[in-house]
């Protein structure tokens, strides 16, 4: 099997996971769930820095800049915001 | 790569799944993000061996411009992602994951485009498979940055009507066809075009704008959801292209579970996902024609009234809304609601799937004020003992309790699911005005006879409510 092929299996097995990650989720922890998959998809923060790191040009080094900014503002900020919002989730004290 | 850092990505990805596990319960979420936290360090990490060809590699040759612009480009990510997460206001929550999806995608955009460019310029050239997945990457991601900007600019509040034209969809169709021919134009014929590349790129910018001006503000939490999936598909697409398997992993994942949340938005507010996005909600004449005729009349009630069929009720239900969010008076609230419980009042707050901008937005917001989280119950669980409650109190909350959904074949929301509020035996709205809500029909439940609409703004009404009950 080729490493595309498998590559792609990984892809597809994904796929099926995240529907059954979420599918018994309870409404309440909706909007910290999608602001916790927002911050893992920050991983492009990696795809920035690998492109940056093989930038020739300046218009690429300027262009891969922006993207490790925008990266690292979408993982650090999204697990920031995702953290802030789930501290609050308490149970009663007694 | 080495089979370490092989073993590293697959512990990466673990953490990921245990991750977004955890976070779908209450008790555990916490633990699940900072996890999730912890498998994206790991993942960092791990890719600085990885950092560059063979003449620029980190480990062999060393420190370069670039490896500073990089270090200088994460701390200034670091330092707007700080700021924004800890000065955002609990309540403009979903404009932040916003405005933080757009980022994601504009990252995936570039990435995917300079990788498109990079082996346009190499003598190997480009393969259909790396073709499509950079062109995906980067039509998905510029169309999620520029539709997540518009999105955060309508729960901002800068423009919140749909914008329509006549023939709208037909145009952002034509131009989505233009993007299409581009992309195979570039994947078959002319694989180093940059007019046709950029083009595109611009293109798919427009398109984010276009597809997402004519949604209306009630209906952002789906776009964001639906935006945040869009994003993690193309940070997929990235993955491929780079060959990197924990952002395969992890983009897929959003993406996957991003769409799901999104379908369950939808079927919350009773609607299929296209009417969403190409409905325009509220154009079609039917819903206005069937507004017009309400039967009964609006009675208005005093706080000083309101207290007192609190103070005396056995049960009570509080139904918050994106009106409590406006006025912030998610602390008011639990005041109340602790003052009537010292009293022997058993209160319940009962929570919409869709209340609010986003799905568990009123949850957030109590959290905030320190409800505890089984006091919270969802609308299935509520509507059975409905029957039983004495006092309902709806605080800004419209559509989803309107009566409407259930019994005006006509009505636009027919068919969504409500909390049957109106089956309390006194219902108390508190409102600023008799100003319709986002589906923006007439309420029947402000026109029944047990009905008391209590005026004014939601933070006011409740300082005085709580002053009356402290004084009964």
Not at chain 2, 37 to 63: C, E, K, N, R, Y
Not at chain 2, 272 to 297: I, R
Not at chain 2, 338 to 352: M, P, Y
Not at chain 2, 371 to 384: G, K, S
């Amino acid at each position: 099997m080729s490493t595309e092929i498998l590559v792609f299996f990984i892809f597809v097995l994904s796929i099926f996971l995240g529907f059954e990650l979420i599918s018994k989720v309870p409404s309440m922890l909706h909007t910290p769930l999608m602001s916790g998959t927002n911050a893992i998809h920050g991983i492009i923060l990696l795809g920035g820095m690998l492109v940056l790191a093989d930038a020739g040009n300046t218009l690429a080094v300027a262009l891969g800049f922006v993207a490790v900014v925008f990266g690292s503002a979408n993982v650090f900020g999204g697990f920031m915001v995702t953290d802030r919002m789930l501290q609050m989730f308490k149970k009663k004290k007694k | 790569m080495s089979s370490f850092i092989a073993l590293t990505f697959i512990a990466v990805a673990v953490l990921f799944i245990l991750g977004i596990k955890l976070l779908g319960s209450p008790r555990s979420a916490r633990l699940g993000n900072l996890l999730a936290g912890f498998g994206m360090l790991v993942a960092l990490i791990a890719t600085i061996p990885l950092l560059g060809s063979a003449d620029t590699s980190l480990l062999q040759h060393g420190w370069s411009l670039n490896y500073t612009l990089m270090a200088v480009g994460i701390v200034i990510g670091l330092v707007i992602g700080a700021i924004g997460a800890y000065s955002v206001k609990m309540t403009a929550m979903p404009q932040m994951v916003a405005a933080f999806n757009g980022l994601g995608g504009g990252a995936a955009a570039l990435v995917g485009s300079l990788e498109f460019i990079r082996r346009a310029d190499s003598p190997e050239g480009i393969t259909t498979f790396f073709a499509i997945t950079m062109l995906f990457a980067t039509l998905i991601g510029s169309l999620s940055f520029s539709g997540s900007i518009i999105a955060f600019s309508k729960l901002q509040g800068y423009f919140e009507k749909p914008h329509t034209f006549p023939g709208q969809n037909i145009l952002n169709g034509l131009i989505l066809a233009v993007i299409l021919g581009l992309c195979v134009y570039l994947t078959g014929w002319a694989t180093t075009n940059p007019t046709a590349f950029v083009a595109m790129f611009v293109l798919a910018l427009v398109f984010g704008v276009a597809m997402v001006m004519p949604i209306g503000g009630a209906d952002m939490p789906v776009v964001i959801s639906l935006l945040n999936s869009f994003t993690g598909l193309a940070v997929a697409a990235d993955g491929f292209t780079i060959d990197n398997i924990p952002m395969i992993v992890a983009g897929t994942l959003v993406g996957s579970s991003g769409t799901l949340l999104t379908l369950l938005m939808c079927k919350a507010m009773n609607r299929p996902v296209t009417n969403v996005l190409f409905g325009a909600f509220g154009s079609g004449g039917g819903g206005k024609a069937a507004a017009e005729g309400v039967a009964g009349n609006v009675k208005p009630i005093q706080a000083d009234e309101a207290a007192l069929l609190l103070a005396y009720a056995q049960q009570v239900v509080i139904v918050p809304g994106y009106g409590m969010a406006v006025a912030q008076a998610q602390h008011q609230v639990r005041e109340l609601s602790d003052e009537l419980g010292r009293r022997g009042v058993e209160v319940r707050f009962a929570i919409h799937p869709v209340a609010g901008r986003m799905p568990g937005h009123m949850n957030v917001l109590l959290a905030e004020a320190n409800v505890p989280y089984d006091q919270l119950y969802e609308m299935e669980a509520i509507n059975p003992s409905m029957d039983r409650v004495d006092v309902c109190l709806v605080i800004g909350a419209n559509d989803v309790v309107n009566p409407a959904a259930r019994e005006e074949k006509s009505s636009p929301i027919y068919g969504m699911p409500i909390i049957e509020a109106d089956h309390a035996k006194t219902v108390i709205v508190m409102k600023r005005s008799m100003a319709k809500g986002f589906a923006g029909i007439e309420n029947h439940l402000f026109y029944k006879d047990n009905t008391r609409m209590l005026f004014g703004d939601a933070k006011a009404s409740l300082n005085a409510l709580i002053a009356a009950v402290k004084a009964t």
